[in-house]
């Protein structure tokens, strides 16, 4: 089993900037790794992916205004936030995308507040 716990949400004003990170239990060296967040009222979503080579995807909207980041020493990814909108404001999950078959997991989440 992996353990994901996530750090670095709070509140923070429009155009601000914050960094989340997600500190693994284990090695994350050959797995993908994500960020997701769910507001009030909506479904989760994604928001950004970085698989074991690297390579990054993003949702819309936040492109250009996010990167995700990973330190396989540490067994971390990152989330470096910049330009944040009120609607960006929700909950932030960390994910664990597990490899032939084996199951994935998820961190406890880290609140990130929008607001002025």
């Known amino acids: 089993q992996v353990q994901l716990v996530e750090s670095g949400g709070g509140l923070v004003q429009p155009g601000g900037s914050l960094r989340l990170s997600c500190a693994a239990s284990g090695s994350i060296r050959a797995n993908a790794m994500g960020w997701y967040r769910q507001a009030p009222g909506k479904e989760r979503e994604l928001v950004a992916t970085?698989?074991?080579?690297?390579?990054?995807n993003y949702a819309d909207s936040v492109k250009v205004r996010f990167t995700i980041f990973r330190d396989n020493a540490k067994n971390t990814v990152n989330l470096r936030m910049n330009s944040l909108k009120p609607e960006d404001t929700a909950v932030y999950y960390c994910k664990y995308f597990g490899r032939f078959g084996l199951p994935d997991y998820w961190g406890q989440g880290t609140q990130v507040t929008v607001s002025s």
């Open positions: 970085i698989n074991s080579g690297g390579s990054t």
